[in-house]
């Protein structure tokens, strides 16, 4: 579940070069930061997993914190979430 998380992530940010710029200032919690430059900047530092050479994801979420992530993510790739032509999953 969390490796596929990851990759849809991943391909995102391959098939658009903005996409991971656009999408990290909406990924700032209260507590959490799940995407960064830097590793040290997430809660669960020790989970970051390196997406591209300049930014780092935190994968470690619930299921259903996932799909809450992947959903922002389809928004600002403008991809339906869910939809017969946008992202399906299940976790």
């Not at 995102?12 to 430059?37: E, N, V």
Request: charged residues 35%; positive net charge; glycine residues 4%.
């Amino acid at each position: 579940m969390t490796n596929a998380y990851v990759k849809i992530i991943e391909i995102l940010a391959d098939k658009d070069k903005d996409f991971i710029a656009r999408l990290a200032p909406k990924t700032k919690g209260k507590k959490r930061q799940w995407l960064s430059r830097n590793p040290e900047d997430m809660v669960n530092s020790k989970w970051a997993r390196k997406i591209s050479p300049e930014w780092w994801l935190d994968p470690h979420s619930s299921s259903e914190g996932k799909i809450k992530r992947l959903k922002l993510a389809c928004e600002v790739a403008e991809i339906p979430f869910g939809k017969p032509r946008g992202l399906k999953i299940v976790f």
